[in-house]
T-cell receptor, first 117, second 113 residues
């Protein structure tokens, strides 16, 4: 079946512009996560949507970052007034359930590489 | 806050050699996950561990959840060139239904054919 997809795969933008990154989770997956990965670094948690619960936004680095998930499926991560330090790979992951062992297992998309010039 | 230490940071080995990497935590936890990331791709789940002392294999990969619940190791036997990539450990320490993971910084593996 189809995995997690993200678009665009690459995005180059000028400093100060807004960008939107899209994530299509695996069909039926109720939880969705956004991460940021800088070159050669680990995964930095940004935000977590779980079913109908309020999202866990504790990882968003500033108020320029926001995300929404419409209809429990597609999610969009928006970065306003981009800065050069926002350059990174933005990864999206989804998981099947909100309870049970399988709920810990996250499946990742290929990421969006964002470059702010 | 929670600290998760992954080592070694990088490894360069000859094809056919065995590899071992590990992660340690400053606190006890209830779930260990091991992922591999190929260049330009997202991480892929290799092994999930849910019980202290659990030893699980996936082909040439073996992982164990430490009995103290503060550590885990991942072994790769008879390495091959396609084992190249970054290996991450991740764990969940949150109570209730919060499934947010804490991630190690990764072990970069290079295999010389």
């Amino acid at each position: 079946g189809a995995g997690v997809s993200q678009s665009p795969s690459n995005k180059v933008t000028e400093k100060g512009k807004d960008v939107e990154l899209r994530c299509d989770p695996i069909s039926g997956h109720t939880a969705l996560y956004w991460y940021r990965q800088s070159l050669g670094q680990g995964l930095e948690f940004l935000i977590y949507f779980q079913g109908n619960s309020a999202p866990d936004k504790s990882g968003l680095p500033s108020d320029r970052f926001s995300a929404e998930r419409t209809g429990g499926s597609v999610s969009t991560l928006t970065i306003q007034r981009t800065q050069q330090e926002d350059s990174a790979v933005y990864l999206c992951a989804s998981s099947l359930a909100t309870t049970g062992w399988s709920s810990y297992e996250q499946y990742f998309g290929p990421g969006t590489r964002l470059t702010v010039t | 806050g929670q600290q998760l230490n992954q080592s070694p940071q990088s490894m360069f080995i000859q094809e056919g050699e065995d590899v071992s990497m590990n992660c340690t935590s400053s606190s006890i936890f209830n779930t260990w996950l091991w992922y591999k990331q190929d260049p330009g791709e997202g991480p892929v789940l290799l092994i999930a561990l849910y019980k202290a002392g659990e030893l699980t294999s996936n082909g040439r990969l073996t992982a164990q959840f430490g009995i103290t619940r503060k550590d885990s190791f991942l072994n790769i036997s008879a390495s091959i060139p396609s084992d190249v990539g970054i290996y991450f450990c991740a764990l969940n320490t949150h109570a209730g239904n919060n499934r947010k993971l804490i991630w190690g910084l990764g072990t970069s593996l290079a295999v010389n054919p």
